[in-house]
């Protein structure tokens, strides 16, 4: 699957937008899953968003439903996380994830992931 590298965070204001990327090094980028997950100071790393690679059917968390979009560009081996309306509480650090095989029940959960970036930290100000 190849090395997983995340950009595009940063400080923003509450309300604010942010969109960032996961790129896929080495061969061609084919996960059957990708996912994005976060993890604030002293919580547990969470499930945010996940797209199918193939056939880009989305899943979210109630907490950013509507507010986040997941995307990906197959021709850049690249997956995005677009986020708008951002909260202060939406603050952590954002890790990329995929797995190569369907993950069914394990979707929303680390361990349904095979590979992992290293993440990159959003900050909402309020």
């Known amino acids: 699957q190849g090395q997983l590298v995340e950009s595009g965070g940063g400080l923003v204001q509450a309300g604010g937008s942010l969109r960032l990327s996961c790129a896929a090094s080495?061969?061609?980028?084919?996960?059957?899953?990708m996912g994005w997950f976060r993890q604030a100071p002293g919580k547990a790393r969470e499930f945010v968003a996940a797209i199918t690679w193939n056939r880009t059917t989305t899943y979210y968390s109630d907490s950013v439903q509507g507010r986040f979009t997941i995307s990906r560009d197959v021709a850049k081996n690249t997956g995005y996380l677009q986020m708008n309306s951002l909260k202060p509480e939406d603050t952590a650090l954002y890790y990329c994830?995929?797995?190569?095989?369907?993950?069914?029940?394990?979707?929303?959960?680390?361990?349904?992931?095979?590979?992992w970036g290293q993440g990159t930290q959003v900050t909402v100000s309020s």
């Open positions: 080495g061969r061609t980028f084919s996960p059957y899953v």
């Open positions: 994830a995929s797995n190569p095989q369907w993950n069914g029940s394990k979707l929303r959960f680390e361990r349904g992931y095979v590979s």
